[in-house]
């Protein structure tokens, strides 16, 4: 990918807006809530697959330059007939860097769903339906109006989530609200809990539950944002409740699901015998938590690529299963305490209350795959021995 340009003989103005205008001959279907301002209508045919790339491709030649903190709006036009049968959806993808973030995704979902945390870097103001204000800014925390029902209403008006309180850290929820591409090339390839204590080690000790933006620069540095893939064992799998980044929603449909992958084989052969150890329980032997490193799978990801493939009930097929999964990776410092997070651990009654063997995480999970060798081992290179989890 080419970096953004920045010439010197350029003139761009540093809050100069650019919008692309793509249109298809099919003719334009708007629906109910769908009409929204910036927003992508209807689905990215086949044959324009290409534009992103294209985009990305001559990006430092429209208007001469990009700088660092240029607003880019996209307003596509699609709307053609695709087969979902089997939940292949097509999304496009662009990059950006916006307001000193760093490089940010912006995904444009086939069903016309809107992305209002993408196209929100303008600064323009998120609406719900009825067109009700809920917020003027993408990274800042929120309080929940009334009258939320699911995540769709939840990310269209919300890009950090929200809370009763508004006291959150709303760029640690922007980023795990993120939907990257899913066929991102993992940048870093985890295979045990030594490679997450490296991590921790060179973690920012100014790091607490609400200033992760103050560290926009040395945590992507470290990875956070970037692509990763973790290997080893699927241990458990929950359900999660009430979150701020979900705007406190607690139906199945709009909640996390909080997994936990471990790395020693000989434990993963005894939860593989008996899955019923950690199957349907609202309470995970302590032991085992401590032991393994957290992906979360997020609604809004879930339905858009695999709805009704990621669940709870077939997750839980693969209990003891080495698994390869990738995803975004993040430090969830809400959970970035000596009582949380077991690697910085510090005292005798901490190492006893901590819950996860790190706060780095995969959030959102971009793929999850299972192993299907009856080794248990399929090494940590790509291969047909990794099958996809509506393949067990």
Partial sequence: MNEWQDPSSCD?????GIELFVATNSELQVTGGDAFDAQVLGRVPSELEHLCGKILENG???????????YIVLRALFEVAVDTSYGELQSCFLASRVHGFGLRWFRFPTDGFLRRHRAGLTKKRYASKGSKVVSTDPVAAAQCEEGIENFHECHASYPSGCSPSGRYDGYLNYLKNQNPPRDSKPALVFTSLNDY???????????????HADLKDQL???GEGHPAAVIGYL????????????CELTA??????HIGIGFDKDTAKRLRDHPELVKN??????????????????????????NDIWTVDNLQKAIGRQ????????????????????AIAGTSSDRKSCWRASAWELHPVERFQVCNKSTNDCGREESTDWIELDSL
């Fill in 197 to 211: 204590h490296d991590l921790e080690s060179r973690t920012p000790k100014e790091l607490g539950k609400s200033n």
């Fill in 323 to 342: 698994v390869r999964v990738v995803g975004q990776l993040i430090l969830d410092s809400e959970h970035y305490t000596s009582g949380q997070d077991c």
């Fill in 220 to 222: 992507p540095a470290m």
């Fill in 60 to 70: 430092g030649r429209v208007h001469g330059c990009f700088r660092a903190d240029t």
């Fill in 281 to 306: 329980k609202k309470s995970i032997p302590k032991p085992l938590q401590q032991a393994s490193v957290i992906v979360e799978m997020t609604p809004h990801f879930r339905f858009h690529f695999e």
């Fill in 12 to 16: 761009c103005r540093a809050h100069e």
């Fill in 252 to 257: 199945p449909d709009d909640t996390d699901y």
């Fill in 235 to 246: 241990y458990y799998v929950k359900q999660e409740g009430a979150e701020s980044s979900n």
